[in-house]
């Protein structure tokens, strides 16, 4: 989601997305004049009024009405009052009792009677059958003579039994203050650390002097002792800190805790496999993400749903999708994808990156990614899972290309979504709003060239026809991005779904043409790449890269695939440069984070990750440890050394985001949905605050307070595809245990016919140690095939080359072996990584 769709989603009226309060918000001594009108039904239902579906009624003294069931948004059964005073800057108590038989969530707005509905107080109350008292405040932003109260109670499935009594509304409260519950002042990673990796703490205290500290394991017991070492003023969080480092205890074990200035943490591990599960579950996220297929209960117990969007009422669906009035005069079938975050969205540049990002990870290392890994429908088919995932989007970005014959033919529509906003809770296959295409922009058009053209080279080993056609979409859209080279995205058109507008498109241009070099070899996208100021601009932001800046991942990409780029040795060098100026931002931040702007951005966790994922391609290019070791530290901030002291991923950690901004992932508002699956990611402290229980809760919050888990707050505590994707590529980095090897790899090949070619590597033994049997591992960059060996057993699957030999190899000397293989089409450069016995060799 970007700032501009952030900006308009809070004047829309379909998204009741306003401040939601504790209903254990203490007793006011509020003086003003009460501002409901026969609030106690006294007088019947007199100055109350409904949507035509209700029938209210007084019963017992309270006004009670049947809700029908079978409703899609809270908005389609309303009980309102109008005409309520509200004074700008005037602090309101609003109260009132209810009862649900069954128990539901309902809405209870305070907002303008007319579009866009803005809403000054949104809460949603947990509804009991016995019945509740319920207390909020606001402070009115505006002077108005005709606000509105309304009870919001659509949405469900079956029908239910409202009742309501004593409703009360007066100025004169008390501002409410925000508390987060921070827990104990020592604050670690939840999950746990690596035996050999760094393990710090960061303690909150108001000394200035070192503290003593004490690492207790299960049983009480101290196992180690320090000192801590004072870091002042934490600007990103306001609090005075010590850091705290353990790193020389090793030991594996569970429940260790750490006590320093009378605190004591909450548990955490020291363990080899802390990040074993988490690649698989940051991955799982994209299944239950899917759109026109059928979430199955089966894979996924408690997330199953109806396909979303396939045509079937009440959904108008994606198979004929038209465009806006007088954008296109066809209509398209984009069925599936992934949805974008908790919306029903699909967006092609937040689609680009998130399925760049899937692809990416797996070219990193092709070997640790299997079949079956997922509990996907795919798995079974022979084909890596993590593949599979990223082929449903990859066809629908496919499907968003203007076909041939008409107007800006090859470019690719910047998003489809509904024609308006709907509400929360609204599961995918109950959406009943018209979708539409909107216009094809620039930017969209070279996301689908570079991840087509990245796709082309990853799936040849598999699907040679998906592949072909991945290619052929990539140079069609290459060719008309050039065509029309500043297509922007209209920063207005934002109803109904976010606006991801982008008014520079070089990057994506300098992003494409890589993708496009790597896996042809064509001078046109060589030349293109090295004119590029992209490819020798300083482009490692502070902030990190995102959607809207993607010549980073063209820099990665050169850096780590096999190319015949002529300055590959400066690019790689660059990318280590990136990562020193990442890496001196973390050692200066009391919290370890490698991300440390004066004001934190929306989706801030992503960006952090992103910057960790430039740390680590510089550890996979040079081997040093202090890269990797800023990887694992970086970390800690996500799973929980914060100044929130929680973590952030869903179902990691003893406190853990759960509530994300979801329109079908949304337990806090309907205790028959879930919440998010684990391994979802929390979009993260946002400065801006742009959402209105951001904003009426965490006014002149410092940067890392700035977040609240909370389903409403859209601003901090979204979910979105391109938040996992990082999550995804970091956590198969942080499970990847492969160490460096003392071992060097010569690889050399020739041609030796048409469509074939001869291969000899040698591999030397760098170490001190003999190798008893060796087993080598590397894989091809597109759809090279082994037909014949000599001097080593070999085995091929997909990509990955496994060659293995009873061969004894001492210090100092080599072992050679061969092969004749089959060209693919486009370059067939040297493997760059290869592995020695699962160690990766220098």
Known sequence: MTRCRAALLALLTMVALSPVISPAVAAHADEGPEQIVNGTFDAGTASWWSTGNLTPAVDSGRLCADIPGGTANPWDVIIGQNDLALVEGETYAYRFSASATPAKV?????????????????????????????????????????????????GSAEPWRFCMDDVSLKGGAEPEVHEPDTGPRVRVNMVGYLPAGPKNATVVTAETAPLDWELKNADKRTVATGRTTPRGVDASSGQNVHTLDFGSYRKPGKDYTLTADGETSRPFDISAGIYDELPADALKFYYTQRSGIEILDSLRPGYGRPAGHAGVAPNQGDVSVPCQPGVCDYSLNVKGGWYDAGDHGKYVVNGGISVYQLMAAYERDKAAFRDGQLDIPESGNGQPDILDEARWEQEFLLSMQVPDGKPFAGMAHHKIHDQNWTGLPLLPHLDPQLRELHPTSTAATLNLAATAAQAARLFAPYDAAFAARNLTAARKAWAAAKANPARYADPNDGNGGGAYSDGDVSDEFYWAAAELFITTGEKEFKDFVLASPHHTGDIWRDRGFDWGNTAQLGRLDLATVPNALPDRARVRQSVVDGAEKYLATQRAHAYGLPYNPPDF?????????????????????????????????????????????????????????????????????????????????????????????????????KPQFCYIDHIESWATNELTINWNSPLAWISAFLADKSERAGCRVRYSAHGAGPGAFNAQIVIENTGKESVDGWSLRWSFLSGQRVRAGWGAALAQSGAVVTARSHERIKPGRSAVFGFTGTAASGPNPAPEVFHLDGDRCG
């Open 106 to 154: 309902g809405r209870a707005l305070v907002q303008l009677p007319v579009d866009p509905y803005t809403q000054y107080l949104s809460a949603a109350p947990e509804l009991s059958v016995s019945g509740n008292d319920y207390s909020y405040t606001f402070t009115a932003p505006v002077s108005l003579p005709n606000a509105q109260v309304v009870f919001q109670l659509g």
């Open 601 to 701: 951005d929306w989706g801030s966790n992503n960006l952090v990750l992103n910057n960790m994922v430039v740390l680590a391609t510089a550890y996979d290019l040079t081997g040093q440890e202090k890269y990797r070791a800023a990887v694992r530290e970086g970390m800690d901030y996500i799973l929980g050394r914060n100044a929130l002291n929680q973590s952030y991923v869903t179902g990691y950690g003893e406190v853990a985001s759960k509530n994300q901004h979801s329109r079908w992932y949304a337990r806090q508002l309907d205790p028959a949905l879930p919440n998010p699956p684990r391994g979802t990611l929390a979009g993260g402290p946002n400065s801006a605050i742009q959402d209105p229980l951001a904003q009426r809760l965490l006014q002149g919050c």
